[in-house]
C-alpha cells in the first residue's frame, strides 16, 4: 500500500481545517467571499506544494526510466541516476517543509476557529452581494449614447461643414 502524496495530505488537514473542500475555499476565496488571511497563506503555500508534487511526479518518472527491469545503466547514465535521487529527495524534503508549513499555520488557531470565521464571512458576504449588484444597478447607465446622427443633429445649420483634414507632407 503506497502512502498518500504530501498535497493530498494538505488537502485533508484543510478540509478537516475549514470543513469545506479545498475547491469550493479556492472559489469562496477568488469570489471575494471570504477575505480570511490564514486561508489566503494556507492556499498560497498549497499551491507551492503543487509545483513540489508535479515535480516529485517527473523526478520519480525519471528515476523508474533510468532503472527499468531489463536495462543496464550505461556509465553515464549512472551520473543521472544520482542526480535524480538526488533531486528526487530534495523535492520530498521541500514538499514536507511545506506541509510542515501549513501545519503550523492551521495549529496557530484554536480549533474550530477556522470553519467558524469562514462561516461568518460567506454569511457576510451573503448580505453585502446583494446590497453591492444593487449599487451596480442603480450607477449603469439606463440613458443610450449620443449616437453619430444626434452628433450631426446638433451642429448648427450655417456652420461650415468638416472637410476633409489636410494630410501630412
Known amino acids: 500500500m503506497s502512502q498518500p502524496t504530501a498535497l493530498a495530505t494538505a488537502d485533508s488537514v484543510i478540509e478537516a481545517a475549514w470543513q469545506l473542500p479545498v475547491?469550493?475555499?479556492q472559489t469562496h476565496l477568488r469570489e471575494g467571499r471570504t477575505t480570511d488571511p490564514t486561508l489566503l497563506t494556507v492556499l498560497r503555500i498549497r499551491q507551492s506544494l503543487l509545483f513540489s508534487d508535479a515535480e516529485i511526479?517527473?523526478?520519480?518518472?525519471?528515476?523508474?526510466?533510468?532503472?527499468?527491469?531489463?536495462?543496464?545503466?550505461?556509465l553515464y547514465e549512472l551520473d543521472a541516476v544520482t542526480s535524480t535521487a538526488a533531486q528526487l529527495r530534495t523535492a520530498h524534503a521541500e514538499a514536507h517543509?511545506?506541509?510542515?508549513?501549513i501545519c503550523a499555520v492551521i495549529d496557530a488557531h484554536p480549533e474550530h476557529r477556522l470553519a467558524e470565521q469562514l462561516?461568518?464571512?460567506?454569511?457576510?458576504?451573503?448580505?453585502?452581494?446583494?446590497?453591492?449588484?444593487?449599487?451596480?444597478?442603480?450607477?449603469?447607465?439606463?440613458?443610450?449614447?449620443?449616437?453619430v446622427v444626434d452628433t450631426q443633429a446638433?451642429?448648427?445649420?450655417?456652420?461650415?461643414?468638416?472637410?476633409?483634414?489636410?494630410?501630412?507632407?
Open 154 to 169: 446638433a451642429i448648427p445649420a450655417g456652420a461650415p461643414a468638416p472637410g476633409p483634414r489636410a494630410g501630412r507632407g
Open 23 to 25: 475547491d469550493t475555499l
Open 97 to 101: 517543509a511545506r506541509l510542515r508549513a
Open 57 to 74: 511526479t517527473s523526478q520519480q518518472e525519471q528515476l523508474h526510466h533510468l532503472t527499468r527491469p531489463g536495462h543496464v545503466p550505461l
Open 119 to 147: 462561516t461568518r464571512d460567506l454569511g457576510r458576504s451573503a448580505i453585502v452581494q446583494p446590497r453591492a449588484e444593487a449599487a451596480r444597478a442603480r450607477t449603469t447607465a439606463t440613458t443610450p449614447a449620443p449616437s
